[in-house]
């Protein structure tokens, strides 16, 4: 079975600092996708950021990317100049080839001004 | 496309009493997702659906709880009888069948059970 471990419930970081949001993940296969999704209060999930497996350069969008380390199934999130609509709820998932999404519990981030 | 569209909102209803939640996928998507979210567990995958047909219904948590897809633009989460520790935003979620798509998700049904 895949799990994912997001150990930290919450963090903090002030704006336009740098953040890393932890992700890790359990599974036999070898391919699969990961996700970052994004839960401000409007309480919509939001796609910040993708990963396939297969590919070794990580992704990158805007001020989000991430550090993918395949090997110690490792999916960190970094967020620079961090701005105030940051604030939220970060849910890091795997997709496995059966198109089944597997969360972790999530990280409350808040970005103080 | 207006996105995965989840009724109602909000509901609060009484213990005992049967609830029905919606959800309208987004056209053209063969892969339907119920999660459940609460603050103790989090994001919970409750049953999935490809092309209407239920593939995984282990994170049902009672014979209370029941979910149909009776086509590809409907689905229904149903909890009869209601219990309190029911409580939580149940949310809709599609699919397509190809590699590195995302879930796009509705915006939730905060279900209140009293």
């Known amino acids: 079975a895949q799990t994912v471990t997001q150990s930290q419930p919450e963090m903090s970081v002030q704006e336009a600092e740098t953040v890393t949001l932890s992700c890790t993940y359990d599974?036999?296969?070898?391919?699969?996708?990961l996700f970052w999704y994004k839960q401000p209060p409007s309480r919509q999930m939001i796609l910040v950021i993708r990963?396939?497996?297969?590919?070794?350069q990580n992704a990158t969008e805007n001020r989000f990317s991430v550090n993918f380390q395949k090997a110690a199934k490792s999916f960190s999130l970094k967020i620079s100049d961090s701005q105030l609509g940051d604030t939220a709820m970060y849910f890091c998932?795997?997709?496995?080839?059966?198109?089944?999404?597997?969360f972790g519990t999530g990280t409350s981030l808040t970005v103080i001004p | 496309d207006a996105g995965v569209i989840q009724s109602p909102r909000h509901e609060v209803t009484e213990m005992g009493q049967e609830v029905t939640l919606r959800c309208k996928p987004i056209?053209?998507?063969?892969?339907l997702f119920w999660y459940r979210q609460t603050m103790m567990r989090g994001l919970e995958l409750l049953i999935y659906?490809?092309?209407?047909?239920?593939?995984?219904d282990s994170g049902m948590p009672e014979d209370r709880f029941s979910a149909k897809m009776p086509n590809a633009s409907f689905s229904t989460l149903k909890i009869q009888p209601s219990e309190p520790r029911d409580s939580a935003v149940y949310f809709c979620?599609?699919?397509?069948?190809?590699?590195?798509?995302?879930?796009?998700f509705g915006q939730g049904t905060r279900l209140t059970v009293v």
């Open positions: 998932a795997f997709m496995n080839t059966g198109n089944q999404f597997y």
């Open positions: 056209s053209g998507h063969d892969y």
């Open positions: 990963q396939e497996a297969y590919k070794q």
């Open positions: 979620a599609s699919s397509l069948r190809h590699q590195n798509t995302e879930a796009f």
């Open positions: 659906f490809n092309n209407n047909v239920p593939i995984d």
């Open positions: 599974t036999s296969e070898s391919n699969y996708y």
